[in-house]
Every structure is written in structure tokens, then in C-alpha cells.
């Protein structure tokens, strides 16, 4: 083949041997971004060409694209078979003026002429878009009665690597992708999964995006640790819902973005169906973390009440007070920064309550030996970025930082006070 002769790609209007025709038409959809009824037509049995005129390369990837979605497809050379205008060619049915898009966001038709679905006011692909189009010309080869449609070919072998990728389910999200723009060029817009709503640790986990569920966990994590954050709650839950499917696009399209370009189409997805996918293993493994995080934090719990029945402040077992002596209402801190140093506080002395709670007297003094040496050291700090000085007594640990002022031993002081014996 010369690589500088143009080529035209053309539908047969059959569906490949063996495969589904309901299945086909769904891909097309997909593809060409229209409605089934469209597609039903590509597949009448009457040839069509493509809209554009592709190089080698691009024509055999469209084609790839094309035969991975089950419809039969051939290449022809421009030269070949001259181009010329017949008139009468289309039926008036499926001229340019009256043709119809499916809006990705509520799957409603619409007027190709629209900027905007009139239903949910989303913004329609336009042709040049980087989303799929179709459109249907005028235009046809003389005595084949051939009608033309416009795609993108980069974007169709995208859309089918992506199917391959995500494999279970991929319909649901070959869906929802189109709100985000295309590969290349992603535009965040909010969405709504349902599973991202209860089980989102573990939905992540199943579709491998181990960062966000990484994220997710300690999120959680922290609301259970700091109840002073509950407020705040309700909000982190449903952020992830109207964000996963997002995510989920970023991933996908990043591994699409990076397969190899010296492999063949087949391969690519060959490729990306290894590494994508789900994972049930992980959503086990998932299970086990947090089985093993309740048990913690149930310990953790009976062994502060232990410690609290000891030694604590009844109703303010994490009580703090300032230099000058008054107790600091942790509940109605608005600095920012005295907020932050109260809860690492409270953490610190958490932690040590639960050494103290274990009754090893080795383990308890060894602990503390190690958070001195590491305050001397200056390891340790505040909000303010200055050491936080942890001080033992015969009986008390003392957890001191400098407040506001940075300087310790002053009345803005943040203490908190743990008795150990």
C-alpha cells in the first residue's frame, strides 16, 4: 500500500460471522455516538462510507475499531473508485437537517442543530468534537448507492480499548464517559454510582484504583477517630458518588493514553484487558483490612475506657488547658492551627493510653522513653512548626506546645497532662 494514497473506509452493512447483531448495533451506538435506530440502518445491508479520507494507518485503525465492534468493514483507495455527487442518493429521511443525536447524559434524542440537549441542557458533541459524531451527507459513490458518516478514528479505537480495559459492565460506563469529554482532553463534571455510595472502599478495590480506595479508608478512618469531625461526614460520603465515575474515566483513559504505540490494535487490547479489569481477590483482601481495623479500633476503645477508668478526667478525658490555667473547650475551636495541635495532642496522649492500658510496665516505659528522646530531638511539632516538649514526671507524661506565641512557659501554652502510675 502507498502510505500516501487516501483511503476510504466502507461498512458492508453485515454483521461479522458469529456475533450478536443486538451486541453490534449497542457498540455502534457507542461508537458513532447515535441512537439504535441509526445504526440499524448501517446494518440494512447497504454500503457506507465514512465521512473522511484516512491515511494507511488511520484506516486500517479504523477499521480495527469497526471489526472489534462486530461489523463488517473494507478499505478502498480514493483513486480507485472516483467521488462524484448523485443527486437523490440519501433518502430525504436521513438528511443533515433532520438528523438526530442521543444525548450521552440522558440518553433522550435531540436536534443535530442544538448546542444543548433541550431535556437536561447538556452540551451536545459538534461535529469536529473529540467525541464521536455522525452525520449523513449528500454525497455518494456513483451506482453503489453509498451514504457517508463522520468518525473520529483515534476516538472509536479509544472506545473500544476502554470497553476492553474495564471488562465486566463496560456498557454502564461506555455510558457515562461522554460527560467527561474524551481521552485526551477530560473535563470534570459531576455524576452520580450508586455502589460508590455504601461500598465505595471495596468498589474501588474491585476496579483496582487502589489510591482512591487508599484515600476513601483513611477518611473514614479519621471520622471514627475524631469525632469532632462527624460534622463534616455526611459530606465526605456523598462526595464519592458524584465523583467515582470520574475517577474511574481518569484511570481508564490513562492506561488507554499509555499503551505502546508499536502495538496493533489487538494487541493493545490484548494488553489492557490483562491489566484492567476487576479484581475479586483485592475485594477479599479489602474485607480482611477492615475486619482487622474494627477489631483495632474496638481495642483500642475498650482500652481507653480501661485507662479512663483509671486515671481520667470523667467527662473530658481528653482535657487540655492553657498556660494561664483554664480549660481549653476543645469543642468550640475556631483557630485553625489550635485546632490542628489539639487534636495531635490527642493523639499522642491516645496512643500513650493505650500503651498504659496494656499493663506492661517495660513496653509503657520504653514508649515514653522514645516520644522524650524524639521531642529532644525535635522531631515532634505544632502547627506553629515548633517542637512540642513531652516531659515526664515521677507519675504524669506532659505533652506542651508553645501556642500562638511560640514561645513555651507562656499563657497561650496548649498542655495536656497524662498520669501513668
Not at 458518516?149 to 465486566?168: Q, V
Request: aromatic share 10%.
Amino acid at each position: 500500500m502507498n502510505e500516501f494514497t487516501k483511503y476510504n473506509v466502507i461498512l458492508s452493512g453485515k454483521v461479522m460471522p458469529n456475533e450478536d447483531r443486538a451486541s453490534v448495533i449497542n457498540d455502534l451506538c457507542e461508537l458513532f455516538h447515535s441512537t439504535p435506530s441509526y445504526m440499524e440502518k448501517l446494518l440494512s445491508g447497504e454500503e457506507v462510507a465514512l465521512k473522511k479520507e484516512y491515511t494507511v494507518t488511520e484506516a486500517e485503525r479504523v477499521c480495527k475499531a469497526v471489526r472489534a465492534a462486530g461489523a463488517e468493514c473494507k478499505m478502498v483507495a480514493v483513486q480507485a473508485q472516483p467521488l462524484e455527487v448523485v443527486e437523490d442518493e440519501v433518502p430525504s429521511e436521513l438528511s443533515v437537517t433532520e438528523f438526530v443525536v442521543s444525548c450521552p447524559s440522558c440518553s433522550r434524542d435531540c436536534d443535530s442543530k442544538e448546542d444543548n440537549c433541550p431535556h437536561c441542557g447538556f452540551i451536545l458533541t459538534r461535529e469536529g468534537d473529540s467525541q464521536f459524531s455522525f452525520s449523513v451527507t449528500d454525497h455518494g459513490y456513483e451506482g453503489e448507492g453509498l451514504r457517508e458518516i463522520d468518525a473520529t478514528p483515534l476516538e472509536m479505537a479509544h472506545m473500544s480499548s476502554m470497553k476492553r480495559f474495564i471488562g465486566p459492565n463496560a456498557d454502564y460506563y461506555a455510558r457515562k464517559f461522554p460527560l467527561f469529554n474524551s481521552v485526551r482532553h477530560p473535563k470534570f463534571r459531576l455524576s452520580w454510582h450508586w455502589p460508590a455510595l455504601f461500598v465505595f472502599f471495596y468498589w474501588a478495590l474491585y476496579r483496582k484504583l487502589w489510591v482512591a480506595a487508599g484515600i476513601n479508608l483513611a477518611g473514614i478512618v479519621l471520622l471514627f477517630v475524631f469525632p469532632a469531625l462527624s460534622a463534616i461526614g455526611l459530606i465526605y460520603v456523598l462526595i464519592w458518588p458524584a465523583i467515582a465515575n470520574y475517577i474511574y474515566f481518569l484511570h481508564v483513559s490513562k492506561h488507554v493514553r499509555e499503551s505502546p504505540e508499536h502495538l496493533s490494535q489487538p494487541e493493545k487490547d490484548e494488553r489492557l484487558a490483562g491489566i484492567g479489569g476487576t479484581s475479586k481477590a483485592a475485594v477479599v483482601g479489602g474485607i480482611l483490612v477492615i475486619f482487622i481495623l474494627i477489631l483495632s479500633l474496638a481495642a483500642r476503645t475498650l482500652l481507653l475506657n480501661a485507662y479512663e477508668d483509671k486515671y481520667g478526667y470523667g467527662a473530658n478525658p481528653n482535657q487540655q488547658i492553657r498556660g494561664d490555667g483554664t480549660v481549653l473547650n476543645i469543642e468550640s475551636i475556631s483557630d485553625a492551627k489550635i485546632a490542628r495541635t489539639s487534636s495531635a495532642l490527642i493523639v499522642l496522649s491516645n496512643a500513650l493510653k493505650v500503651v498504659i492500658a496494656g499493663g506492661n510496665q517495660t513496653v509503657v516505659e520504653k514508649t515514653i522513653e522514645n516520644l522524650v528522646f524524639r521531642s529532644e530531638n525535635e522531631e515532634i511539632r505544632d502547627a506553629w512548626d515548633v517542637p512540642i516538649l513531652i516531659q515526664r514526671s515521677e507519675r504524669t507524661v506532659e505533652l506542651l506546645s508553645a501556642g500562638p506565641d511560640r514561645r513555651h512557659r507562656t499563657l497561650d501554652d496548649i498542655k495536656q497532662i497524662i498520669p501513668f502510675k
